[in-house]
């Protein structure tokens, strides 16, 4: 490689996405702990400690980390609300739960030597798929076969229809591949360009530039973390909206 | 965003590189045997979330903000009543200051006229007093004139007696009377 032959700098930027057992082996069960298994705990841990911890005083007046929680699910209440309608409000639990796992698990991936699940595709594709899945059945069933009228484009002249069909249908099908690479890709890339940066700073006349490099980065990374969960959560909610009501 | 992307595919590719060398599958994301150990780990993390959610954190969290809105809402109604309290309130004292100062207008009219009754009155008691005690005086006094009068008379009817007496002639009692009378008059 030639980054190894300019003197010691060895870049594994990729490293850092390796599922690893927690407690040593090398065989990776369905049900092995790993470093996955720890940080998606953490966000569990980070989503009680939040939520409920945070909101135990139950005050009028709230305390920081109440406000926090409050705020968080102000957020996505209003947005699950003015997004989805209010038939949508049923929903806000899952829409929750997505947004808080995606939210915690980003920002504790910002964590130095942590680990990101919503790195993997495997975990956004599953994420993507169960939004996609979900949306579809309740499509079908709120709406039966009027479900369909969602690629029949009514403004549309009558001949265009058609194709129309065909891409809005391919579009729907698009769907969760862009759902869940759009995540995954912003963070799996944030992640590695901070890795291959921190690489260069061994050599010490580029350090300094890769230091304030690292830093900029990592603060358009926190920014990002959010931006994500809140892209993903609302294209949940735009596809939650077309399945309640299909009519354009 | 988009130099990120090359740069992160370029590490990417440098990655590949270097695990290709080292025999172990590129991007870690693409290593298919991980994927059921992520998916079921993944399945249990977003239950435990949402059992947290809808168990726990969401109900509290949406009394809490309902609690509060109704709080603000009934403060803010017991503030609108309070207000209208304080309004009856200054109008009532408003009320009785008036009537205070009319109930005192009132009784200084009265006390005045009753003053001014007792004052005439007493006036014009005095007045008659007065009146009588200067009759009185008048009458007195002409009383003392008119005995003066015939003092004067008798001093002038004797004084002119004597006088005629040492001129050696008899006064006439008569005549004299008239002389003096004649001057008296004059």
Redesign the interface.
Known sequence: ?A?EAEGGIS?????Q???KPLFGGEH???????N??LW??L??LA??GL??VG?RG???V?SRM?SV??LA??FVYKMVEDVAGKDGLKF???I???F??IVLANFLGLIPMSFT?T?????TA??AG?VFVTVTVLGFVKNGAHFLELFWVKSAPLPLRPILAVIELISYFVRPVSHSIRL??NI???H??L??FAGFAAVAWIAPASILAITA?YA?EVLVAFIQAYVFTILTCVYLKDALHPHH | MATESTEAAHGAAEAAGHAAAAGAPGMPQLDFSTFPNQIFWLALTLIAIYLVLSRVALPRIGAVLAERKGTITNDLAAAEELKLKAEEAEQAYQKALSDARAEAQRIVAETRAGIQKELDAATAKANAEIAARAAESEKRIAEIRASAMESVAAVARDTAGAIVGALGAQADASAIEAAVAARLKG
């Open positions: 490689m980054t870049i594994h930027p990729m490293d996405f390796i599922i990776i069960a369905f049900y092995t702990p790993t996955a298994t998606m705990a966000a569990v989503t009680i939520l409920v909101t139950r005050a009028i709230p109440q929680a409050e699910y102000g806000f639990p899952y929750m739960t997505l808080m796992f699940p790195s993997h595709i495997a975990v599953v994420l169960l995954a890709g799996m890339a944030g590695a360009v890795k291959v980065i358009l």
